[in-house]
């Protein structure tokens, strides 16, 4: 059974950092790429980024790219969220998603072309 855990959610303070991590079973390892969304309430889920599975290539929200760092650990089966001077802007709950076929000539920064997701983890930052 597919399953990907995300942790590391918390309050923290604007301009001081976070990391989240997501750890997936075995079957969303043979994925092709992993990636992060967000959604504060009263908004629409939100791409934040991805990472493919195989070459470590990275893709960010345009937006968010010169605060947040993804990562992954292929042996811990594990990806990382890496976000630096946080805003209340921010606020949200942060998912992690599998992607298991490729995006062959765009970026999979689409809720739907997902196929399993994480349950969530809050992130509050407070001004």
């Known amino acids: 059974q597919a399953q990907l855990v995300e942790s590391g959610g918390g309050l923290v303070q604007a301009g001081e950092s976070l990391r989240l991590s997501c750890v997936g079973s075995a079957r969303t390892f043979s994925g092709y790429s992993r990636a992060w969304f967000r959604q504060a309430p009263g908004k629409e889920r939100e791409f934040v980024g991805l990472i493919t599975w195989g070459q470590g290539r990275t893709d960010y929200a345009e937006s968010l790219k010169d605060r947040f760092i993804i990562s992954r650990d292929n042996a811990k089966n594990t990806m990382t969220l890496q976000m630096n001077n946080l805003r209340p802007d921010d606020t949200a709950v942060y998912y992690c998603?599998?992607?298991?076929?490729?995006?062959?000539?765009?970026?999979?920064?689409?809720?739907?072309?997902?196929?399993?997701w994480g349950q969530g983890t809050q992130v509050t930052v407070s001004s």
């Open positions: 998603a599998a992607r298991m076929n490729i995006c062959a000539g765009y970026v999979c920064d689409a809720p739907g072309l997902y196929d399993y």
